[in-house]
């Protein structure tokens, strides 16, 4: 990144260059109403010609956005460099790295197992897996799927030190919202176990491939890293410094061990990591690696997906479309988008997988996501009038951005937007 001083030009040079580099068009005749009075959630030309402007006002390099009209994706479009270093801008096959969105789409793996009777939702976790870093507390004992999915689990987000900290939930599970990556990183191993296949593998295998998101994984190889925005810093940031880019640099250099074993990092489970750690330590000391789940796909944080992937993903939250055998049942969907939780005091709900609130239209269904800093991204949904929009940014202001987009495409300004 450039000095300081200079990053007002940077910025500038940056939207200039790549501010109007936008996808090929994906325009369907969406409708300008649905059910007679609802108008089109794709941004009207006015916005989108005020976008750029917005980006550069917030130092957001590249944004993505995509809409889903009656159940289908209707339009997507992307502004600005997914590198502003390499001024390379965003394409139709330009990846972000889309945070905490990646809790839904595990949730729907789980909801399609759960529906195949390999795992019950309300079954305790520690009679599938017990991870070899879980401490001995009794309320352990009383953690399950559903409450993971719901964030009940009374588990912290992440460890501070992962390498040497046990993981001990903080209050009783079930009785309070503590939202938890350790919890769906637990879940995920148990996945693990009960398919006999990396998280990777089983998403390509029950939802990515019979969903047409071709442009979607996990984890990491050479396609991806060449594809995949890079982020940066907040407008705002007093730091001057290159962030760390936490899961490329990490995966580069496991990418290392797994060309040497002939395994791709796709098919890594979490054994293979703990195997793979020290050897990872000893090629980058440096590079912040500090225990097997740095080398892996995380079901809470690591999806890479296009933004109209993502949007495929949102379509199968709809209703009222005809489901194929391989979609989870009406009663798994209507389940995710029910609020699973009541506490008194908040502004949202809890689904499964799903933050759920009630606007002046009835209840959307939503996400957020914000990886390292410098990836800031967000999701809506009406399930029951088939609409949607998805916001991916590569940069630490990209909240302000995101929010921006949803309020001028939807006319919503959510009360929440916690994680």
């Keep these: ?27 369907a ?39 889903i009209e009656n159940g ?12 502003a270093q390499s001024s390379t801008a965003i394409d139709a096959r330009t990846v972000f790295e889309d945070a905490s969105l990646s809790k839904p789409v595990f949730a729907y793996l789980v909801m399609q197992l759960a529906d195949q009777g390999v795992i019950d939702l309300d079954r305790p976790l520690l009679e599938y897996r017990r991870p070899d870093y879980l401490s001995d507390h009794p309320w352990l004992a009383l953690i399950t799927a559903r409450d993971v999915l719901r964030h009940t689990t009374g588990l912290p987000d992440w460890r501070t030190s992962p390498a040497t900290e046990q993981l001990v939930p903080m209050v009783t599970p ?29 998403m390509q295998l029950h939802l990515f491939t019979p969903a047409g998101m071709r442009d979607s994984s996990y984890t990491w190889n050479a396609d991806l890293a060449a594809r995949s925005v890079h982020g940066y810093r907040a407008h705002d940031s007093a730091d001057t410094s290159a ?43 440096h590079a912040g690696v500090e225990w097997a789940g740095d080398l892996m796909a995380n079901a809470a944080a690591s999806l890479r ?39 008194p005091g908040r502004w949202t709900d809890k689904g499964l997988g799903w933050n759920m609130e009630t606007t002046r239209d009835g ?15 967000f999701a809506l949904g009406d399930a029951q009038r088939g609409r949607g929009i998805v916001v991916l940014t590569n940069g630490g202001s990209g909240s302000f951005v995101h929010r921006r987009v949803v309020r001028a495409a939807t006319g919503y300004d959510l009360l929440s937007y916690d994680l």
């Design 363 to 377: 209840p959307v269904f939503y996400h957020s996501g914000s990886n390292s800093g410098i990836f800031k991204n």
């Design 305 to 343: 997906t296009t933004v109209q992937d993502y949007a495929r993903f949102m379509t199968l939250m709809m209703a009222g479309h005809a489901r194929a055998q391989w979609q989870i049942s009406e009663a798994s969907r209507q389940a995710m988008l029910t609020p699973q939780i009541t506490l």
């Design 1 to 27: 990144m450039p000095s300081r001083p200079d990053r007002r030009r940077f910025i500038a040079h940056v939207a200039a260059l790549g501010a109007l580099a936008a996808l090929p068009a994906l325009r």
């Design 243 to 285: 962030p760390r880019q936490a899961f490329r640099e990490h995966w580069s250099v496991a990418q290392q061990v797994a060309d040497r074993w002939g395994k791709p990092l796709s098919a890594w489970k979490y054994e293979d990591a703990k195997r793979a750690l020290p050897e990872v330590k000893a090629l980058a000391p």
């Design 174 to 202: 079930g009785t309070r919202i503590n939202y938890s990556g350790e919890a769906f990183f637990w879940l995920q191993l148990v996945v693990e176990a009960l398919t006999d296949q990396s998280l990777d593998d089983a």
């Design 29 to 67: 005749k969406a409708a300008s109403c649905v059910d007679g009075k609802q108008r089109s959630w794709i941004p009207d030309d006015a916005f989108l010609a005020e976008l750029p402007r917005i980006m550069q006002a917030f130092a957001v390099p590249g944004v993505g956005i995509a809409v």
């Design 72 to 83: 289908a994706l209707a339009w997507s479009q992307g502004f600005g460099m997914s590198d």
